[in-house]
């Protein structure tokens, strides 16, 4: 007589009996193993959002500290937005119908100085889906390029699908300052790239349900679209606002009458303007009000000073250095660099002006040679002198780095 081979159910204690090669399976016992997969395979995705504990900004911080250098100020900023923006997720409707409004972030720092590295920084440690996106490519709809609900569609792709957990995502914009207004007059031509990009993201950034295509815009126009409410979906942006320290320079120099007027402009540090910026520098850049409205938080960050460069070299979690000593390990190879090498990296990247990028080009261009060389050779231990940094760097044509 037929029964199940994992509890012995016959077939007329079992609503159903599925036969196999050499044995029998009942319905019980396939719902029975369908719950242990769902719990086992939930398991290993980590916790859902409801089960995370509320990190406190000072904890968020203490993480965001052991990856980035410096920035304090950017760093406690994002602490708070991520913060808030778990206790709005979390928020109970209350009797006194008081609705927590979203904080939407811009950062503004020169390039190298950590913008998108705090970004990425924070993607690791949060519960929540999280997508780095670039303006630079998006157009408004119609136009050649990517239209502005791929932003959300990367973010659904990263919550595998989950409206609901995509719904409670954090989405960086990055190079937000590469869809400003191209002319002052935005009816002498149609802005396609740039206020074009900036009014599609209104409704985005603000919150309002978007039609989101699963698969990207253009390509599958038969496709089913996904609505995505961006209500409770953080925004942060960032750019390099190149220039934009002569609009903040003629904000500043525009008290001239007055006894205070000079000793205001002795106090200016003209070193870093960024760190005086508002939102009206933002809008004479080439935002839209709007835009700048959507983005209440502004907040700079500071030029790497030769201190933080160097320390960048050694100290966080990800440092380069301890990037190539695991390199170097994983062939059984034991790396040391001698401190002065790294004191001439550091010099290099401030002549070059390349931030902290410049940092891992040089690195790159010191250690070819030895990348390409040590795990064929019998040598297992390697010194990076001072002299041998110079003699690799003297053949290579070092000048493209350099930034006019």
């Known amino acids: 007589m037929d029964k199940c081979s994992f509890c012995g159910r016959t077939k007329r204690e079992a609503n159903m009996l599925i036969a196999g090669l050499d044995g029998h399976i009942c319905d019980h016992c396939i719902e029975q193993a369908y719950g242990i997969m769902k719990e086992e395979l939930g398991a290993k995705k980590g916790p859902s959002f409801d089960t995370v504990n509320l990190l406190k900004p000072a904890e968020i ?16 900023i994002i602490s708070v937005a991520v913060y808030n923006h778990y206790k709005r997720l979390m928020q109970k409707p209350d009797s006194d119908d008081i609705e927590i409004e979203k904080s939407n972030i811009i950062l503004v720092g020169e390039t190298g100085t950590g913008k998108t590295l705090l970004a990425r920084t924070v993607a690791k440690m949060l519960h929540v889906p999280f997508t780095i996106v670039d303006a630079t490519v998006l157009t408004e709809a119609g136009y050649v390029g990517e239209d502005i609900e791929s932003l959300l569609t990367r973010l659904l792709q990263n919550a595998d699908y989950d409206v609901k957990a995509a719904e409670k995502g954090i989405v960086f914009i990055d190079e937000i300052d590469k869809i400003a207004r191209k002319g002052d007059n935005p009816s002498i031509t149609r802005d396609v790239s740039g206020e074009g990009v900036q009014q599609g993201l209104l409704k985005l950034l603000e919150g309002s349900i978007v039609n989101v295509p699963p698969q990207g815009g253009r390509k599958h126009p038969e496709q089913k679209m996904i609505p995505v409410d961006t209500k409770n979906v953080l925004f942060i942006c960032g750019g390099a606002f190149e220039g934009i320290e002569k609009t903040i320079a003629r904000r500043l120099n525009t008290q001239v009458i007055g006894f205070g007027a000079s000793k205001a402009r002795e106090r200016v540090d003209k070193d870093n303007l960024l760190q005086y910026i508002a939102p009206q520098d933002l809008r004479a850049y080439g935002l839209i009000p709007e835009i700048v409205g959507r983005l209440p938080v502004l907040t700079h960050l500071n030029p790497l000073s030769r201190k933080a460069l160097r320390e960048i070299l050694t100290e966080p979690k990800n440092a380069l250095v301890k990037q190539y000593i695991k390199l170097f390990r994983m062939d059984n190879i034991e790396l040391t660099f001698d401190e002065d090498v790294l004191d001439y990296i550091v010099d290099k990247a401030i002549e070059f002006k390349l931030g902290a990028r410049g940092l891992r080009a040089i690195c790159e261009a010191v250690m070819l ?13 390697l010194l990076i002198t001072k002299d041998y940094a110079v003699h690799k760097l003297a053949r290579i044509d070092m000048k493209i780095l350099k930034v006019s």
């Open 61 to 76: 911080k203490k993480f965001l500290d052991q990856y980035v250098i410096g920035q304090e100020m950017a760093k406690k």
């Open 369 to 381: 040679d030895a990348m390409f060389e040590m795990p064929s050779a019998d040598t297992r231990e």
